[in-house]
């Protein structure tokens, strides 16, 4: 009987640059186990911009903790280039929600504090950290501290001081929820620019379905908790897009009955 021996053409030839593979997260809390996240399975390519939205609480802000190293899945792998996650690393960079600079440094200190702790020399650091500073288009305002700076300002500090790190991956949870109209319409604008200039892959989480319109490669939609996939919408529009054309009407439809759906048939 002919036995079957594992060939080079078995080693699929096309790796993701992140797959989450069978994620699955339960928290307990008052003693009662609850589950957060349910067999999330998702690969991201290499420069993809992919926007994660769902209702409150199913799971968003864990799976991007998970993917980030901060939170270990209760089942699952996530693997980057192939190397399962097991704790926070440079390759990957987190902006937040809430504003998370040091308020004690000044805004080129927050930006070349990664590089710090990697032990490059003062003067290197700090040329590195002004060409991102330059990125986002705060040059003039190296010296001042964040409580100096608008809501807008700060998370282009939190981006350029992910990025000065090199990281693969951006990973965003609502970095724009906290702004007013006008200005998270510029931070978009600001994101696509960079992320053209630096050929990231971003992963983002928003709770705003034209922000992920105009954004994303692929929006993945999430239920209710348990947070499951739910559907996975490519967005082929060239950008820059217009917010209202009748394409992105259409998407918006979609994604709005998706959401509808999570209590009501649509
Ligand atoms: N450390 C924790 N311990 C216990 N439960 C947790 C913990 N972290 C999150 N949860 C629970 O897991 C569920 C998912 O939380 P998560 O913050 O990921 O949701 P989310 O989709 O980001 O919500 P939002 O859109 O409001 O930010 C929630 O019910 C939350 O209460
Ligand atoms: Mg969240």
């Given at each position: 009987?002919?036995?079957?021996?594992?060939?080079?053409?078995?080693?699929?030839?096309?790796?993701?640059?992140l797959e989450i593979k069978?994620v699955?997260?339960?928290?307990?809390?008052?003693?009662?186990?609850?589950?957060?996240?349910?067999?999330i399975?998702l690969?991201i390519?290499?420069?993809?911009?992919?926007?994660?939205?769902?209702?409150?609480?199913?799971?968003?802000?864990?799976l991007?903790?998970i993917v980030a190293g901060?939170?270990e899945a209760?089942?699952g792998t996530v693997t980057l280039?192939?190397d399962p996650i097991k704790?926070?690393?440079?390759?990957r960079?987190?902006?937040?929600?809430?504003?998370?600079?040091?308020?004690?440094?000044?805004?080129?200190?927050?930006?070349?504090?990664?590089?710090?702790?990697?032990?490059?020399?003062?003067?290197?650091?700090?040329?590195?950290?002004?060409?991102?500073?330059?990125?986002?288009?705060?040059?003039?305002?190296?010296?001042?501290?964040?409580?100096?700076?608008?809501?807008?300002?700060?998370?282009?500090?939190?981006?350029?001081?992910?990025?000065?790190?090199?990281?693969?991956?951006?990973?965003?949870?609502?970095?724009?929820?906290?702004?007013?109209?006008?200005?998270?319409?510029?931070?978009?604008?600001?994101?696509?620019?960079?992320?053209?200039?630096?050929?990231?892959?971003?992963?983002?989480?928003?709770?705003?379905?034209?922000?992920?319109?105009?954004?994303?490669?692929?929006?993945?939609?999430?239920?209710?908790?348990?947070?499951?996939?739910?559907?996975?919408?490519?967005?082929?529009?060239?950008?820059?897009?217009?917010?209202?054309?009748?394409?992105?009407?259409?998407?918006?439809?979609?994604?709005?009955?998706?959401?509808?759906?999570?209590?009501?048939?649509?």
């Open positions: 009987m002919e036995r079957s021996i594992a060939t080079r053409q078995d080693i699929p030839l096309l790796m993701s640059l069978g699955s997260m339960q928290f307990f809390a008052d003693g009662k186990e609850m589950v957060a996240l349910q067999d399975n690969n390519e290499e420069n993809e911009f992919v926007c994660f939205i769902g209702p409150s609480g199913c799971g968003k802000t864990t991007l903790r901060l939170e209760t089942e280039d192939g704790g926070p690393g440079p390759e960079g987190m902006v937040f929600q809430e504003y998370s600079l040091f308020p004690w440094r000044t805004v080129i200190d927050n930006i070349v504090f990664g590089l710090e702790l990697k032990g490059i020399p003062s003067a290197e650091r700090l040329a590195q950290g002004r060409q991102y500073l330059k990125m986002v288009e705060l040059e003039r305002f190296e010296a001042r501290y964040p409580h100096e700076l608008s809501g807008g300002m700060k998370q282009r500090v939190a981006i350029a001081r992910a990025l000065v790190n090199h990281p693969k991956a951006l990973l965003m949870d609502e970095p724009f929820g906290a702004l007013d109209a006008q200005t998270r319409n510029i931070m978009q604008s600001e994101l696509l620019r960079i992320w053209q200039e630096e050929r990231k892959t971003v992963v983002f989480v928003t709770h705003s379905v034209d922000e992920a319109i105009y954004l994303a490669d692929r929006i993945v939609i999430m239920s209710a908790r348990p947070g499951r996939i739910k559907d996975i919408i490519d967005i082929p529009l060239a950008r820059p897009r217009n917010r209202t054309s009748s394409e992105v009407n259409l998407i918006r439809d979609r994604i709005l009955c998706d959401l509808r759906s999570e209590i009501a048939t649509c």
